[in-house]
């Protein structure tokens, strides 16, 4: 059951094409993983889902429903969320205000939401009144992801959730998104951290001049000679 | 027949009115069109040309003058010229510490700057005698022309009444010959500068001035020169004005109308377009005047043709913007291709 | 020099009305990254605006005699709520007809549209009332004293009015919802979109905020000169977008701040210049912070 499919997308900005047809899935309760050189594209696919770029050509749908092309806040209230890579925090904001404003769409008593996110980031529940803005990266990443978790999305965008992190930092992130892989949320990932993501994913992508090059299980790719050599730099 | 001549003689004062717009937005077109530097303070060259060549080519201060200073009499060639000069030194100095601003900060410093030019021509009295202003002041070669008229027409007494008329307005044929050769010097100018090395700098300027400046060129001092130049053509203008109008105030220069009705001009005109600047300069001053016509038609009250004149110059800019924001004849092309493409940020939301 | 606490007073009168002002001006710029040339014209559109209900409030028995010490009645307190209001509306229909057309346009085209913008509004306020002086109060108002310090009881009234459409605000934006939202569309709209706020919804709401508070400030400078014409706004203007760039574009905070410092500065600084130049003071103020710290002295973009 692929609850995000994308067929035959091809996407670009103005006169530049930069996907000439790419096609990913992904079902409930796995990790997929996106890799690739810079430039091959990755952004522009996750920019494509999430309806902040206009596909020219090729379809995007949700739980089997055609989003091709809406708006982000509509696609939001269908159940899918994007965590962009940088700047994914109102810095501002206080981190309890963040998570209210992830809730924004929602009508309901959202309060066992927060205290969800919470008990999956208790750090966050630490510094609940203070400043999003004065949050190391890592935690920073965390509230962005508590953020898109508010809305029990079915499908969580992640790109490059590890860049700019400390090592041991990476580690953290990744762990906690195999937790909200296991509560049933599938996730659609961009990393640049290659072997690190690919390490933890059920299923792989790996992108390259704007063409899906290899697509298996995670682990296979990550013992696949050839894109060993060519993506993973061994 | 009469009333045909005087129409055309209305119309020469309109034409050497639109040619000092003209000169007014050849300028604005250097530094907005060209350069992309945004200028709210347009209205102070033009006064401080106008003063300037008052004072230099100006009778002296008279019992009744508050002014102290000024009235050399000195020739309209010298007063245009120190016009310029002291307009050029005036952005120069304004230029130094605004030029490194970011074009929406500029505007803001702009509206101090006129801002501090209007008070000062207000209230220093020893200077620009204020409110009472300049007057009398002379115009170049009339008393030759007026002599020369006056004696032709004395000289053929039966002459019917609308050739008379006709002859002696002949002064402002004059002036308005000094005009229209202004502006084509200008216009040619300006031509010549947007196709030379210098141009394409000015150009790359307005594009993207981080990657101009990558580039290595020095961008404030392309900009300065920008400024400066635009300044010099605007207090030429004013210059102008002064000895065509005869009599300057404080009042005459109201800073942000006219800033506000020079902008209007050359973007309906077409900003970054030498002609799109005099076909505007003298389009919009046609609606300006035409609506004098208009409005004789209907009683209301001064204040209100003034105010729904004003109305209507606003309107025209916001449909412009609307409608057609490149202008009437939109920017002017040229042979390199390279500084006119950008490509858009395709369907990005 | 016994002057001075004197002229700090005027200068906290002035720097109320600056802010009121200078609040809009702030969320507008900070959100729509567009500065509005015309939100000095707007309050004076809602002080004309103010004058008509005035008038019409009074034609319908709403009572005038003055309450308490202050110099107006209720029919002025209906005008002042009546004016933030129509003034609201006025500034929202602006921006569906006009400057939503231009969001993508770049801040350069959206400030000239403004300025055009600007003048329509002058005008028409020019074209209904005239350019002479239109007056809220015939009567003159005597100023107690006070600790040495000459005041009326309207500028009194003026302080607390800003003070209090300050702390309205901020527990507008730190309590409800739409508050925060506009915290977070102004911190990063694009985010906002992402994150699923209906960012047109918080787009409307900050130019009525804004429109209505401009119209406040319209209200109180004519209560403190008891008269208006059409060229308060752009009497204005230089001072408001002093007290932006000094609080810091976006940061409504900052923006009562900097008018503070903006009227306190320009008052004082009569104590030892030509009173003609007071918008030079607050031009020179704006000029230093331009350069030398263009964000603010709170934090912003």
């Not at chain 2, 000069?85 to 900060?105: C, H, N, Q, R, W």
């Not at chain 2, 412009?320 to 939301?349: D, N």
Request: proline share 4%; aromatic share 10%; hydrophobic share 50%.
């Amino acid at each position: 059951m692929r609850v995000l499919e994308v067929e035959d997308v091809y996407s670009g900005y103005g006169e530049t094409e930069i996907l000439h047809g790419i096609s990913v899935y992904v079902a409930p309760g796995e990790i997929a993983t996106i890799i690739g050189p810079n430039g091959s594209g990755k952004s522009t696919l996750m920019k494509t889902i999430f309806g902040l770029l206009l596909p020219t050509q090729g379809k995007v749908a949700l739980d089997n429903e055609d989003i091709t092309g809406l708006r982000p806040d509509r696609i939001v209230r269908k159940g899918m969320c994007y965590v962009p890579q940088s700047d994914n925090v109102f810095p501002s904001l206080t981190v309890l205000e963040n998570l209210e404003m992830g809730a924004f769409i929602r009508d309901d008593d959202y309060s066992g939401s927060i205290t969800d996110v919470f008990a999956r980031f208790p750090v966050l529940e630490e510094r609940k009144s203070q400043r999003a803005g004065s949050l190391s990266g890592g935690e920073q990443q965390m509230l962005a992801m508590g953020k898109a978790l508010m809305l029990n999305p079915k499908v969580l965008l992640l790109d490059e959730p590890s860049a700019g992190l400390a090592p041991r930092m990476v580690e953290e992130i990744l762990q906690k998104i195999v937790e909200i892989k296991h509560s049933g949320v599938a996730i659609l990932m961009v990393e640049q951290n290659a072997k690190e993501g690919l390490r933890l994913s059920d299923r792989g992508y790996v992108l390259a001049m704007g063409k899906k090059r290899f697509e298996d299980e995670g682990l296979a790719l990550l013992n696949n000679p050839d894109v060993g050599r060519l993506y993973l730099g061994d | 027949m009469e009333t045909f001549v005087g129409y055309l003689n209305y119309f020469i004062f309109f034409a050497i009115q639109g040619s000092i717009f003209a000169i007014l937005c050849l300028g604005l077109n250097i530094q907005w069109g060209y350069t992309g530097l945004f200028n709210i303070g347009i209205a102070g060259f033009y006064a401080v040309g106008a003063y300037t060549s008052a004072l230099l080519c100006g009778p002296p201060p008279s019992s009744l003058d508050w002014r102290i200073v000024g009235g050399y009499e000195l020739p309209f060639v010298v007063g245009l010229v120190g016009a310029m000069g002291v307009s050029g030194v005036l952005a120069f100095l304004i230029g130094i510490p605004t030029l490194k601003l970011k074009e929406d900060y500029l505007a803001i410093a702009t509206i101090g700057i006129a801002e501090v030019i209007r008070l000062v021509l207000k209230n220093e009295a020893w200077l620009t005698n204020s409110v009472w202003g300049l007057k009398n002041l002379p115009s170049p070669l009339q008393g030759e022309i007026d002599g020369k008229i006056s004696a032709f027409l004395a000289s053929h007494p039966n002459f019917p009444h609308w050739l008379n008329d006709l002859i002696s307005n002949g002064y402002n044929w004059f002036y308005l010959l000094i005009g229209l050769v202004l502006v084509a010097v200008l216009y040619l100018a300006s031509e010549r500068i947007i196709r030379s090395p210098w141009g394409r700098v000015l150009r790359a300027i307005r594009e993207d001035e981080e990657v101009a400046s990558v580039a290595g060129k020095d961008v404030f001092w392309f900009k300065m020169q920008s400024l400066v130049l635009g300044a010099m053509m605007m207090g030429l203008a004013g210059g102008l004005y002064a000895h065509f109008a005869k009599f300057i105030d404080a009042m005459s220069f109201e800073p942000m109308f006219g800033t506000f009705i020079i902008w209007v001009m050359l973007i309906a005109g077409g900003s970054g377009n030498s002609k799109g600047a005099i076909l505007g300069a003298f389009v919009i001053w046609a609606v300006w005047a035409g609506t004098d016509f208009f409005t004789g038609h209907i009683q209301m009250a001064g204040y209100r043709e003034g105010a729904l004149r004003v109305l209507l110059i606003g309107v025209i800019l916001e449909v412009v913007l609307l409608v057609r924001p490149q202008g009437i004849l939109g920017e002017e092309k040229m042979v390199s291709k390279m500084y006119e493409e950008r490509s858009a940020p395709g369907k990005k939301r | 020099m016994g002057q001075f606490p004197q002229l700090i007073v005027y200068g906290l009168i002035s720097g109320s009305i600056i802010s009121l002002g200078a609040i809009g001006l702030s969320l507008t710029y900070g959100i729509l990254n567009f500065a509005n040339f015309s939100h000095g014209d707007v309050m004076a559109v809602g002080a004309f605006l103010a004058l008509a209900v005035l008038g019409l409030a009074k034609g319908i028995g709403i009572p005038s005699h003055p309450i308490g010490p202050f110099s107006f009645g209720l029919s002025m307190v209906v005008a002042l709520v009546a004016a933030m209001v129509l003034t609201a509306v006025v500034a929202i229909a602006i921006d569906r007809i006009l400057y939503r057309r231009f969001r993508k346009s770049g801040p350069i085209v959206l400030l000239i549209a403004s300025v055009g913008v600007a003048f329509v509004l002058r005008n028409i306020v020019q074209f209904i009332w005239s350019p002479l002086p239109s007056y809220y109060i015939k009567k003159i108002q005597i100023s107690k004293k006070f600790l040495g310090i000459r005041m009326k009881p309207d500028e009194v009234f003026i302080i607390l009015f800003a003070a209090g459409a300050a702390l309205a605000l901020h527990l507008f934006l730190t309590r409800t919802k739409m508050g925060k939202a506009m915290r977070a569309t102004s911190d990063n709209a694009e985010l906002a979109k992402v994150t699923g706020i209906d960012t047109e919804r918080v787009v409307i709401w900050t130019w009525g905020i804004g429109a209505a508070l401009a119209a406040a400030g319209g209200v109180m400078a004519g209560i403190e000169d008891k008269f208006i014409t059409p060229e308060l706004g752009w009497q204005l203007l230089l001072y408001i977008f002093a007290a932006v760039i000094l609080g810091g574009i976006g940061s409504p905070y900052g923006a009562v701040l900097g008018g503070m410092i903006i009227g306190l500065s320009t008052e004082m600084s009569t104590g030892f210049i030509d009173t003609a130049y007071k918008p030079a003071v607050a031009f020179i103020l704006l000029v230093i912070m331009l350069l030398f710290r263009p964000t603010g002295l709170i934090r912003s973009k």
